[in-house]
């Protein structure tokens, strides 16, 4: 046989050793999730990677548009369903979660019998955030359960750092032949060539490595200029609201800790000086994130339109009707609505409202943020509680999950919601349920006797 002949002979077998390779695979994966906590948020990880990367567009059609966090997410859900569904171990689940699933769950299979795949399309982000969360949840804590948190955001943000510096690269020389579609990678500016998401990890593993060390976190300190500096220079501001509140968050979780509050404000303004000292050499760049601050500080620019956005969405909501208000709009349900623009001009959008609570309540009405308000609440009422207790070890993991979360929620105000943050909520869940099962047991063991009350018993 020529060697044209084997070519050809592997060309037409290459579709079914793909089929054969991707029958092991899907499964492979999704028995690597559910046996490990590492592998899920590796999953998660890699499907938050490629949406990053592939600026959140389809990459096949196969009678609809995929996106690779559709397989992957699709995996983690499944690997997530059979932790559940089996018995492994999983930490008690709040009733509130679990409603927050039916309501997803019945919401969607609502919406593709009314409105077809555009109830697919549309409840794309929230099945994201719920197969995260259910799969980080369903796995108690590690030993050192922060190791793996800070793992996941490390790696994430060197790839973030790398993509942002690539992509700073193509736009200022510029390498027209490697700019996306349309000519720039955001409308809103050159420099904003990443989408708040990411800038909000790098803010969060900032934050981290200011407050606290060890492990990971000190590589994150030594990269914190570069975090510092990308996080100015990308101009999310309401990032940069959240990482105030985490700063804040921080230095009172330091204090609960004893840590001495001057180690963390020296470090602070290390940090502060070394990144102002490279920004300020160029004036053209001080000026623009003088400007960006300014206009956010004056309501104009994103800042009105947000707050159109959202008065529609909840007009859109209560318009619907009593169900609307109970359990949420119909899935795949027009969304067009019209705003005005700074020059009074209306125009009519279609995109989420840019508040979680906001699409929430919309998505899936009063109960539906409810419950969110509630194991929310949940969380971080037992993180507080953490605080407080006399082992060194749950001050410090109660302390770095309750700054992740407080910059979460400061973040979800002005955008909609987010896996990854999802799955840092789910881990939290995880951790806070573990946590007070050992108290409730600790509580209900035996006091072990003192040498007054052996005295006194003889």
């Keep these: 046989m020529n060697p044209l002949e084997l070519l050809g002979l592997a060309a037409m077998a290459t579709p079914y050793m793909v089929a054969v390779l991707l029958g ?60 559940w569904l089996l018995p492994s171990g999983v930490p008690s689940r709040h009733p509130a979660w679990i409603v927050t699933v039916l309501l997803l769950v019945v919401g969607i299979a609502w919406g593709l019998a009314v409105h077809g795949r555009a109830a697919g399309v549309q409840s794309r982000p929230d099945f994201y955030a719920v197969a995260a969360a259910s799969c980080a949840m369903s796995f108690h804590p590690q030993a050192q359960p922060l190791r793996l948190l800070v793992r996941l955001l490390l790696v994430l943000a060197a790839y973030t750092l790398l993509l942002t510096a690539w992509r700073w690269t193509v736009t200022l020389v510029p390498l027209h032949d490697l700019l996306p579609p349309g000519g720039t990678y955001n409308v809103d500016g050159p420099l904003r060539v990443v989408p708040s998401n990411a800038a909000l990890l790098l803010a969060q593993l900032l934050v981290l490595a200011l407050f606290f060390g060890g492990g990971g976190l000190t590589l994150a300190r030594w990269l914190s200029p570069l975090l510092l500096a990308a996080v100015l220079v990308l101009q999310h501001r309401s990032v940069w609201l959240a990482a105030i509140v985490g700063v804040l968050v921080g230095a009172m979780a330091a204090r609960s800790r004893r840590v001495p509050r001057w180690q963390q404000a020296l470090l602070a303004l290390a940090v502060v000086a070394v990144t102002a000292l490279a920004l300020g050499t160029s004036d053209r760049l001080t000026d623009q994130l003088r400007t960006s601050a300014q206009r956010a500080l004056a309501g104009r620019d994103t800042v009105a339109d947000r707050f159109q956005n959202w008065r529609a969405t909840l007009r859109q909501w209560v318009n619907d009707g009593p169900v609307a208000i109970a359990v949420g709009r119909i899935r795949g349900a027009d969304a067009r609505r019209g705003v005005e623009d700074e020059s009074g001009r209306e125009r009519i959008i279609e995109y989420q409202a840019h508040n979680h609570y906001v699409n929430t309540l919309a998505g899936s009405g009063v109960i539906g943020l409810a419950a969110y308000a509630w194991w929310m609440a949940w969380i971080v009422g037992g993180l507080m509680r953490a605080l407080r207790t006399d082992d060194a070890g749950d001050r410090r993991v109660a302390a770095a999950l309750l700054v992740l979360l407080a910059m979460q929620i400061t973040y979800y105000i002005a955008y909609g919601v987010e896996f990854v943050q999802y799955a840092l909520a789910g881990l939290a869940m995880a951790w806070v349920a573990a946590w007070r099962q050992r108290q409730r047991a600790a509580a209900a063991a035996p006091a072990a006797p003192t040498w007054r009350s052996v005295v006194a018993w003889r």
Aim: charged content about 5%.
């Design 24 to 83: 092991v695979a899907v499964p492979l994966l999704v028995l690597m999730a559910w046996r490990s906590a590492g592998a899920g948020l590796a999953l998660i990880g890699v499907a938050w990677a490629a949406e990053l990367a592939t600026m959140s567009q389809p990459v096949l059609h196969v009678g609809v548009f995929l996106h690779v966090a559709d397989v992957l997410l699709v995996l983690v859900a499944a690997a997530a369903a059979l932790r």
